[in-house]
């Protein structure tokens, strides 16, 4: 299974910017994708995820209102659009692909990482 | 629920025993994962359930903990090694992860 993102991207403070996660190879419509991300100098962030099946997303309480996650089954692509773009906003952005059965974890995936980068 | 680790970061020897620490705000039963992160590579997950190794994951990382307390075992480390560990809850949304270990080598 791969998980194959798009290309980096550079924006301005305000904007938004949409990133793509292709899952290649695999199951799509019952994994759980997540988005995490890592500023500079930082920790992974988890900021939210989607199972496509149920179409439903959940995001980190500091993103409610400016992160949109969805998932085309037909594509088997998840997106994730993050708005009101801040300076601390740059970071390297990955999707992941994992089933969460109980307390099993199958799978755990891992896209190469986007970078987006904010600069005036 | 808020996950915190200890220490922040810690140096060691080849072969020295290497324990890193998890605490969650409130009880998560087991549903606890420790993925390990190296500069340049993507997340590997190592341990989950808080103590089931990932297939492929050598036998020196071990896990343990229940409800709100967690520890990372390293028997012995090997510098290939060096890396930031992270835990994660992952029972229920949000799936936080800790601030992260970094361990180097003395």
């Known amino acids: 299974v791969q998980l194959v993102q798009s290309g980096a991207e550079v924006k301005r403070p305000g904007s938004s910017v949409k990133v793509s996660c292709e899952v290649i190879g695999g199951d799509f419509d019952v994994f759980s994708v997540s988005w995490v991300r890592q500023a500079p100098g930082h920790g992974l962030e988890w900021m939210g995820g989607?199972?496509?099946?149920?179409?439903?997303?959940h995001y980190a309480q500091r993103f409610q209102g400016r992160l949109s996650i969805t998932a085309d089954r037909s594509t088997k692509t998840a997106h994730m659009e993050l708005s009101g773009l801040g300076f601390d906003d740059t970071a390297l952005y990955f999707c992941?692909?994992?089933?969460?059965?109980?307390?099993?974890?199958?799978?755990?995936?891992w896209g190469q990482g986007t970078q987006v980068s904010v600069s005036s | 629920i808020q996950m915190t680790q200890s220490p922040s970061s810690l140096s060691a020897s080849v072969g020295d025993r290497v324990t890193i620490s998890c605490r969650a705000s409130?009880?998560?039963?087991?549903?606890l994962a420790w993925y390990q992160h190296k500069p340049g590579q993507v997340p590997r997950l190592l341990i989950y359930a808080a103590s089931t190794l990932q297939s492929g994951v050598p036998s020196r990382f071990s896990g343990s903990g229940s409800g709100t307390d967690f520890t990372l075992t390293i028997a012995s480390l090997q510098p290939e090694d060096v890396a930031i560990y992270y835990c994660q809850k992952y029972g229920t949304v949000p799936r936080t992860f800790g601030p992260g270990t970094r361990v180097d080598l003395k």
């Open positions: 992941t692909r994992a089933r969460y059965s109980g307390r099993q974890i199958e799978g755990d995936q």
């Open positions: 989607i199972i496509p099946v149920f179409k439903t997303p």
């Open positions: 409130q009880g998560i039963g087991d549903y």
